[in-house]
């Protein structure tokens, strides 16, 4: 279970008279339970991915906590990432290393030995339909082929939470499905806690369970796809989102 508590976080641009503050977070609470994926939601800029760099101890926020079964990630980094595993939009793959040598190098850095982690890495590839990729280097590697080595990685320890920062960005139809399959497993096969960041309102309407909405560093509604659109009297779960995300723009507020 993750658990995100009132996130506020602002960063300084600029120098001398041009510095000023910008507000990436002011105000993010929010809770995602065990064999459930829970949808974080919103448009650019609404301060989706700053959260879950704070989630995965990436960042400190300068107000608010986040816990993951329990563990306060500020103050105990290396046990709450133990529980986590962390997909960024940034794929990080070491491109000289095959498909294996990167997920046993990740399950050495979680603990593991060299031996389970080789073991676990034909698992989770197994799982994600990859056994080809894996004596594989990694460059000239295809986005999907990316995204697949990236999340075996993830999952080599075998987290209980996972966290996906617009895991789709760059994949084709097929490898879209693939994810979205796999995610699917995790949660109604192994009772995982999934918590996915996205603006593709199809994404979210094929996989969550809750879906977190944020706007200008706020959350802003938090529930099922039924609850959000009951809420807003919308069947069409676009025109839910545009209400919600978009509420003070629609009104001719300033932000």
């Given at each position: 279970?993750?658990?995100?508590?009132?996130?506020?976080?602002?960063?300084?641009?600029?120098?001398?008279?041009?510095?000023?503050?910008?507000?990436?977070?002011?105000?993010?609470?929010?809770?995602?339970?065990?064999?459930?994926?829970?949808?974080?939601?919103?448009?650019?800029?609404?301060?989706?991915?700053?959260?879950?760099?704070?989630?995965?101890?990436?960042?400190?926020?300068?107000?608010?906590?986040?816990?993951?079964?329990?563990?306060?990630?500020?103050?105990?980094?290396?046990?709450?990432?133990?529980?986590?595993?962390?997909?960024?939009?940034?794929?990080?793959?070491?491109?000289?290393?095959?498909?294996?040598?990167?997920?046993?190098?990740?399950?050495?850095?979680?603990?593991?030995?060299?031996?389970?982690?080789?073991?676990?890495?034909?698992?989770?590839?197994?799982?994600?339909?990859?056994?080809?990729?894996?004596?594989?280097?990694?460059?000239?590697?295809?986005?999907?082929?990316?995204?697949?080595?990236?999340?075996?990685?993830?999952?080599?320890?075998?987290?209980?939470?996972?966290?996906?920062?617009?895991?789709?960005?760059?994949?084709?139809?097929?490898?879209?499905?693939?994810?979205?399959?796999?995610?699917?497993?995790?949660?109604?096969?192994e009772g995982k806690c999934i918590v996915f960041s996205t603006h593709i309102m199809q994404e979210v309407?094929?996989?969550?369970?809750?879906?977190?909405?944020?706007?200008?560093?706020?959350t802003v509604a938090d529930g099922t796809l039924a609850e959000l659109r009951a809420a807003t009297g919308?069947?069409?779960?676009?025109?839910?989102?545009?209400?919600?995300?978009?509420?003070?723009?629609?009104?001719?507020?300033?932000?």
């Open positions: 279970m993750i658990e995100v508590r009132d996130l506020h976080k602002r960063f300084g641009s600029g120098r001398g008279a041009k510095a000023r503050e910008v507000v990436a977070l002011a105000g993010v609470s929010f809770s995602a339970g065990d064999a459930c994926i829970t949808g974080l939601l919103g448009p650019n800029g609404a301060g989706k991915t700053t959260t879950l760099r704070i989630a995965a101890a990436l960042i400190r926020p300068d107000a608010g906590t986040v816990h993951v079964d329990g563990i306060d990630v500020g103050a105990r980094p290396g046990a709450a990432l133990a529980r986590m595993g962390v997909l960024s939009d940034a794929r990080g793959l070491y491109p000289r290393l095959t498909a294996r040598e990167n997920i046993v190098y990740y399950g050495r850095l979680q603990g593991m030995s060299a031996a389970a982690a080789s073991a676990r890495a034909d698992a989770v590839a197994s799982m994600l339909e990859m056994q080809g990729l894996l004596d594989r280097r990694t460059d000239g590697f295809s986005q999907g082929e990316k995204m697949k080595t990236a999340l075996a990685r993830a999952l080599v320890h075998d987290p209980a939470n996972i966290v996906l920062d617009e895991p789709t960005n760059g994949l084709d139809v097929l490898a879209t499905r693939s994810l979205r399959e796999t995610l699917r497993r995790l949660r109604d096969d309407e094929r996989l969550c369970d809750r879906v977190v909405v944020v706007s200008h560093g706020r919308q069947d069409d779960f676009e025109e839910t989102f545009v209400q919600l995300a978009f509420a003070s723009e629609l009104r001719g507020e300033s932000k």
